[in-house]
């Protein structure tokens, strides 16, 4: 499965190569502009002058996707650095993962013979079925955005269905998802993977015959049959067990075991296509942030750790990596990207923030204060993020925020440690 | 095997306490599939506003494979996609308890596939016909060939039993809902789509079903009082929360803005 790839001057015909040239003045108008960072709206632009163009940028690569409703930009820079290892990689590293950012991706680098993308789920059947992957990566499917992403149990049936025609595609899979793991099954050979999850409203019930889910410590099963298959891969700790049943101990800089689970993930990812988990782990140690995430930056007197948390499932795991006693600054915004229904907060279990100083921030500070409230959550509310780190003791604080206030606040706090 | 009591905490927001004759006993039923998202948060809000005004209450799940009890005080059922509705509404077919519950005066409160669910007859999306529950005088259908799926703000101007106050809610749902002689509505669409002639949600005795979703409740503190005056079958004072009064006023003004 090694990449065989000509420069793409060689071999894209002309329209393409012109597509490509418009979308990338589009991209440098949007930076210069200010409008964007250029990632989207210039893969937008290639696809309407090319409708073909995925397909013939994506040909002749080795393309690992990497999907699942939480941890596809780590996994996905983990898994680029991992095959680095290898050749030049073509990665879409900003989080732009609609088809256009895909696109953007795999223009920047026409002559990367290996490309690691991250797919926006609902977009992954289609992306697929234009670059013939030679991994599909699937983390875990939760509930996230229902207003555009649609209920999550009619996504797995579309990536199963998706999934059946995939003939080429190693699919790794984390088997402790059981929605991830139904998906999966339509594969000839998945790589299954087990991980650490601690979100399971979506696993109550069963995708296949819908009855209950029984879960007797790691193992789970339904009675139609569907069970938790044995994992070639296991996170244990901070180690992974590996097929060959030797144990490889992970080195990373990002806290927390949704990231030791992304690391796994990305581990077996890069095996398929002959990095082996030495070489991977090693390469793993060098992220210390995804995009600003995990960064601590300073503000006056404030040391500013910053996460992302835009659901349930994210937010489970993000409850678990908050700083004993740092005051927690939590921003949330209700943009098209950020799902415009907020009925997702009632899913968090802001109860285990008691005890500690909370500002409600964000455009919808108020629904996040009503949830507070209702959560017996001493806290104060201040729209402006920036403005609620002022707020609070000099010290460490802990700012989450969903998608768009992260994104802004990114802009507006020092870019340094 | 401990998956039974596993489950069930998982989808209780508090541990459940030692009730006593005078807990309120909040259902929440097949919360696995009739909880798409947060609905949940409906039993909590109507914990909370007892236990602050200073009652005993607890929620309780009623999990998939499990008798309905005919004893709880109040019953809550969310949302769904179209399997996960039909599968709740065989569930609830079967077993008898929640039928028994309303003629004995129970309360239900009843979100988008809920609503759906409690009423005479709904088709799913795949063309099918289903027998629902009969405890709301109401027919769903996904509406003619080409309607776009209500997926918005909701506002409805309160029905007389809110005493006109307003309701404010998200929306997410296909199907198109029509009422006969034994409900009335909740309320008349001012913004949204609603049952979709212009009325919202359908109440019939101390049954109301609604397409407001997720924690309704949590932003119509007079539907919430409402459910709690049945209750305890007295008047109850207003709880002082000013950040819903803000969350109230904000979703009003950002429907107004859309309609402008």
């Known amino acids: 499965m090694t990449g065989k790839v000509q420069p793409m001057t060689a071999r894209s015909p002309l329209r393409t190569r012109a597509s490509v040239a418009a979308g990338r003045v589009t991209a440098w108008l949007s930076r210069k502009s200010g409008l964007g960072s250029g990632g989207m709206i210039g893969g937008r632009v290639t696809l309407k002058l090319d409708p073909q163009a995925l397909r013939r940028l994506g040909r002749e690569r080795t393309v690992l996707l990497v999907t699942g409703t939480n941890g596809k930009t780590t996994t996905s820079l983990m898994l680029a650095r991992s095959v680095e290892a290898l050749a030049e990689v073509a990665h879409n590293s900003e989080g732009a993962n609609m088809p256009d950012g895909v696109l953007s991706a795999l223009a920047r680098r026409p002559s990367a013979p290996y490309a690691v993308l991250e797919v926006d789920e609902t977009y992954v059947p289609w992306v697929a079925e234009q670059v013939d992957p030679a991994v599909l990566v699937l983390l875990n499917l939760s509930r996230d955005q229902l207003d555009r992403v649609g209920e999550v149990r009619s996504l797995e049936r579309d990536l199963r269905a998706a999934i059946a025609k995939m003939e080429n595609t190693h699919v790794v899979a984390n088997c402790d998802d059981v929605l991830v793991t139904s998906a999966a099954s339509a594969a000839a050979n998945p790589v299954w993977v087990g991980t650490v999850r601690r979100w399971t409203d979506d696993s109550t019930s069963c995708p296949r015959c819908g009855g209950p889910i029984v879960q007797e410590g790691r193992q789970w099963r339904s009675d139609c049959g569907l069970v938790r298959p044995e994992p070639a891969w296991q996170l244990e700790g901070n180690e992974v067990r590996t097929p060959d049943g030797s144990s490889v101990a992970l080195d990373l800089r990002l806290p927390g075991d949704a990231n030791r689970s992304n690391a796994a993930m990305a581990l077996a990812a890069a095996n398929c296509v002959g990095v082996s988990p030495d070489t991977a782990t090693g390469r793993l140690t060098s992220i210390t942030d995804i995009g600003g995430r995990y960064r601590t930056v300073r503000r006056g007197e404030h040391a500013v750790r910053l996460m992302l948390a835009k659901n349930p499932a994210g937010w489970a795991e993000t409850l678990h990596v908050l700083e004993k006693d740092a005051p927690v600054v939590v921003a949330v915004n209700a943009h098209e990207a950020d799902g415009r229904d907020m009925s997702w907060l009632w899913d968090v279990r802001f109860e285990e923030l008691r005890g500690r100083k909370v500002i409600a921030a964000g455009e919808r500070c108020a629904d996040l204060a009503v949830r507070l409230r209702y959560a017996e959550v001493d806290y104060t509310m201040q729209a402006d993020p920036v403005a609620a780190i002022d707020a609070v003791r000099p010290g460490g604080v802990d700012l989450v925020a969903n998608y768009t206030a992260f994104r802004d606040l990114l802009g507006r706090l020092p870019n340094d440690n | ?260």
């Open chain 2, 1 to 260: 095997m401990t998956t039974d009591s596993d489950r069930r905490t998982q989808f209780a927001a508090e541990p459940a306490k030692k009730s006593s004759m005078s807990t309120a006993r909040i259902g929440l039923i097949l919360p696995e599939v009739l909880g798409t998202y947060g609905d949940s948060g409906n039993a909590h809000v109507l914990c909370k506003r007892l236990q602050w005004r200073g009652h005993d209450a607890e929620v309780v799940p009623v999990l998939l494979g499990e008798p309905v009890p005919n004893s709880l005080d109040i019953y809550l059922l969310g949302g769904g996609e179209d399997g996960a509705q039909a599968l709740a509404t065989e569930h609830l077919r079967k077993r008898i308890g929640l039928g028994k519950a309303v003629e004995n005066g129970a309360i239900v409160l009843a979100i988008c596939a809920g609503l759906q669910v409690l009423g005479t007859r709904f088709r799913g999306s795949d063309g099918v016909d289903h027998e629902g529950l009969g405890l709301l005088d109401v027919v769903t259908e996904p509406g003619e060939p080409g309607t776009p799926r209500a997926v918005s703000e909701l506002v409805a101007e309160g029905g007389a039993i809110l005493g006109g106050e307003a309701l404010t809610g998200f929306e997410n749902h296909q199907g198109r809902t029509k009422l006969g002689e034994g409900s009335i509505p909740l309320g008349r669409v001012v913004s949204g789509t609603g049952n979709g002639d212009g009325t919202e949600g359908a109440v019939t005795g101390h049954v109301v079903g609604t397409y407001l979703h997720g924690p309704a409740l949590a932003r119509n503190p007079a539907l919430a009082d409402l459910l709690l005056t049945w209750l305890l079958g007295h008047e109850l004072e207003p709880l002082d929360m000013p950040e819903v009064e803000q969350l109230r006023a904000e979703r009003f003004a950002a429907a107004k803005r859309r309609r402008a």
